[in-house]
């Protein structure tokens, strides 16, 4: 169960009233669902969680993202780091966007499919609005459409 006061809470930079209610809801064992994104590709489903590392192809994931990030800031992306909910500098944060579940699953289905194919992401809980930028950016540069599905669990 999503607990929309912590998001409110981080919203406003109010750290203190996050780890109240982190620790309220941990007590009360309302624990939120981990994000996760799914792709169809070589012939089944493969399913990614946030800074997954757990995939065979993990490390040319992760390098095929660094690369297609340098292109990304080359053509006017921006990291809209307000998207991470945590206190951190702007590179760490900008580091925390790079192993989004979407991005990982965006990732494996460029290198696993053929150009000009459609991939289609399916994922849990709502895309961020830097991952959402940065699949309009993926887009353009690999010449795809982007067709994220919300699936609510
Ligand atoms: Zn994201």
Same mark, same amino acid.
């Given at each position: 169960? /999503? %607990? ?8 406003? +930079? ?14 009360? @064992? $309302? ?15 493969? #399913? =990614?969680?946030? =800074? ?13 993202? +660094?690369e ?24 760490? +944060?900008?580091?925390?966007? %790079? ?8 990732a494996?289905? $460029?290198?696993? #499919? ?8 399916? @994922?849990?809980?709502? /895309?961020?609005?830097? %991952?959402? #930028?940065?699949? @309009? =950016?993926?887009?353009? $540069?690999?010449?795809?459409?982007? #067709?994220?599905? +919300?699936?609510? $669990?």
């Amino acid at each position: 169960m /999503v %607990c929309p006061d912590v998001y409110i809470y981080a919203s406003a +930079k109010q750290w203190d009233g996050v780890a109240r209610m982190r620790l309220l809801m941990r007590e009360r @064992k $309302i624990s939120k669902p981990p994000g996760w994104s799914s792709i169809e590709a070589v012939g089944q489903t493969h #399913t =990614f969680f946030a =800074f997954d590392k757990s995939h065979p192809s993990s490390d040319e994931i992760y390098n095929f993202l +660094k690369e297609l990030e340098e292109t990304m800031r080359a053509h006017g992306y921006v990291p809209e780091t307000k998207s991470v909910l945590v206190n951190l500098d702007e590179e760490e +944060k900008e580091d925390l966007l %790079c192993g989004h579940s979407e991005r990982l699953a965006i990732a494996f289905g $460029i290198m696993n #499919t053929k150009e000009g194919e459609v991939l289609r992401v399916i @994922k849990n809980l709502r /895309v961020c609005v830097d %991952c959402h #930028t940065a699949a @309009k =950016f993926i887009s353009r $540069i690999v010449t795809r459409n982007d #067709t994220l599905h +919300k699936n609510a $669990i």
